[in-house]
């Protein structure tokens, strides 16, 4: 891979990154605010329908989960990122094999190339 690609895949990976930070940000932020009015004591929230705690909860798991989710793609961009100050940027962690361009640039913290893709896939 030349220079010049490499830093186009850099560009790419910053750019995700900081939008998945500003998600992220934005998903916990939320839940924070929420929780905190839980913890004040506020007892307002006492005379809420079940129904409506219960939908509560399943809101906030689901922002936590959507946030984790979001938190493993930023630790494989920043993976990613050292993989190109390391010059190993676009290799299959598995085989070795070059990663197609094509698949980087739809994915650009990929770790694998197609084929091993599909058998990680498989085993699932
Ligand atoms: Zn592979």
């Known amino acids: 891979m030349t220079k010049r690609e490499l830093e186009k895949f850099k560009k ?3 750019e995700k990154r900081e939008e998945l930070t500003a998600n992220v940000n934005h ?3 939320d839940t924070r605010r929420q929780s905190q009015k839980e913890a004040s004591g506020d007892l307002s929230g006492y005379s809420l329908h ?3 705690m219960a939908s509560d ?4 798991e689901f922002s936590l989960n959507l946030a984790s989710g979001e938190c493993e793609t930023l630790l494989k961009i920043d993976e990613a990122l ?5 010059k190993s940027y676009g290799k299959c962690l598995t085989c070795g094999k070059k990663v197609s361009k094509r698949r980087l640039s739809a994915v650009p913290y990929a770790e694998l190339c197609i084929p091993c893709k ?3 896939e498989e085993k699932k």
């Not at 909860?57 to 906030?60: A, L, Q, Y």
């Open 57 to 60: 909860n399943f809101e906030r």
């Open 12 to 14: 790419l990976l910053f």
């Open 50 to 52: 079940m129904a409506d």
């Open 27 to 29: 998903i916990t932020g």
């Open 118 to 120: 599909r058998k990680e």
């Open 82 to 86: 050292k993989r190109i100050d390391e």
